[in-house]
């Protein structure tokens, strides 16, 4: 085991392109729903004003929007078709667009057509409407929120049909009632669409939840919960990139003889092991310093530091704090440490291909200490198990 996790490995049977492809349809389906319902909502829009039309009822404001909006919504789906990635932004200006025009155009007709003071107050009040829902859905979750609405909705439409029949005269009713009907259909058609927005938001929301924990996934060690290789060659990049002004130095770690832990005493007392080292490191670390599992029984540490001896310090401590823990079985666990300093302008591997050169230096000179690396010292630095002599665990 290389203790690199991913997400194959966290959900069996699920291949790495799996959750892109589901992330992709989701995607897919988002824009889908959010096209017809604009193109819905779009030709209720239409069609009223349309009605409004033929029905002679139309206001000075609707003469100049009617055309206005029809070729804005035609210049926005051709626009969509040019250029498909600009889609998602062309489909919630439109829905913002419509949404805002609605009530305000009906609210400005109704003010140009009903005859009575008391019933102009009703206008303004049809411009407030969506706000309201807005700030509704705004504030709580998609099902309150809807619940919120209708009884505004209930609210308002009493509001606006009682003083029409109350206070116009007979012949001012027909009028004043069909910008009412209007205004009506308007409110749930608003409501539809800020549910729908509400909706997709919420399987965003889960689907960016999912993602994220499997992301965490793929860059954590599952037995030791550290940082994985994947995580911390990705760190690494991260720390050579950045501009710090002390130089980078890097740590690898080995524990001595770990097989005979695991032949000795089983692969669980082995991964107790290794899960306490995770945590004696974890414990040891400092501010800026990055610590991964990066595979089997070896480790990595990288932070800035003032340079190798620095290094070499760190590393010492970290060594002793090894030695002097109460390790499961009381096992005598040590490990041995490889220590380099990033040479700009050398690459990752290449950082740790020196820090490894180094360790296995340290094995050569015994096991349990920290060797630096000097490039004089490697040209034939690999040795063989058998020639190391240090005590095996018991
Ligand atoms: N329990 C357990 N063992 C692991 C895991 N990953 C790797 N190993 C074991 O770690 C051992 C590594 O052994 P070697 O590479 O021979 O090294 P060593 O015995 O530590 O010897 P030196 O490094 O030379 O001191 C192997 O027996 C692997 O099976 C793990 O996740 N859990």
């Not at 078709?81 to 998602?88: G, S």
Request: aromatic content about 8%; glycine content about 6%; proline content about 5%.
């Amino acid at each position: 085991m290389d203790g690199q996790l991913n997400r194959r490995s966290i959900l069996p049977g699920m291949e790495d392109g799996d959750s892109e492809t589901d992330q992709e349809s989701f995607e897919q389906v988002t824009l889908r729903v959010a096209g017809h319902m604009l193109m819905v909502a779009g030709w209720v829009f239409l069609a009223l004003l349309l009605i409004q039309t033929l029905m002679n009822t139309i206001n000075r404001v609707n003469t100049v929007a009617y055309p206005v909006m029809s070729i804005t919504m035609l210049m926005a789906w051709l626009l969509s078709r040019w250029r498909p990635h600009w889609r998602d932004t062309i489909i919630t200006a439109c829905v913002v667009l419509v949404a805002l025009y609605i009530p305000f155009i009906v609210g400005l007709g109704m003010m140009d057509q009903l005859p009575h003071r008391e019933l102009h107050l009703l206008a303004p009040a049809s411009v407030m409407m969506p706000f309201s829902y807005l700030l509704i859905f705004f504030v709580f979750r998609m099902q309150t929120a809807l619940m919120f609405s209708a009884v505004l909705f209930i609210g308002y439409a009493l509001a606006l049909v009682l003083p029409v029949y109350v206070l116009l005269p007979d012949y001012a009713q027909a009028n004043a009632g069909f910008s009412v009907g209007v205004i009506l259909i308007a409110q749930p058609v608003y409501v539809l669409m800020l549910t729908t927005f509400a909706w997709l938001k919420q399987r965003y929301e889960s689907v960016q939840v999912r993602t994220d924990s499997l992301e965490m996934a793929a860059d954590t060690d599952g037995l030791t919960q550290m940082h994985n290789r994947r995580r911390m060659t990705r760190e690494l990049q991260r720390l050579l990139g950045s501009r710090t002004t002390r130089p980078i130095g890097l740590l690898i770690f080995d524990i001595d003889h770990f097989k005979s832990v695991n032949d000795n005493h089983g692969h669980q007392i082995g991964d107790e092991v290794l899960v306490q080292m995770a945590q004696t490191v974890k414990s040891c670390l400092r501010e800026g310093e990055i610590a991964a599992r990066w595979g089997g029984e070896e480790f990595l540490v990288a932070m800035p530091v003032n340079g190798l001896e620095d290094l070499q310090e760190i590393g010492e401590r970290l060594r002793s704090s090894i030695e002097a823990q109460n390790w499961p079985l009381q096992l005598p666990i040590t490990a041995s440490f490889g220590a380099s300093v990033w040479a700009p302008p050398e690459t990752v591997d290449q950082l740790v291909d020196r820090a490894d050169r180094a360790l296995y230096s340290a094995k050569r000179c015994g096991r349990n200490c920290v060797r630096a690396y000097s490039p004089h010292e490697f040209p034939t630095a690999v040795m063989m198990d058998s020639e190391m002599e240090a005590p095996l665990p018991t």
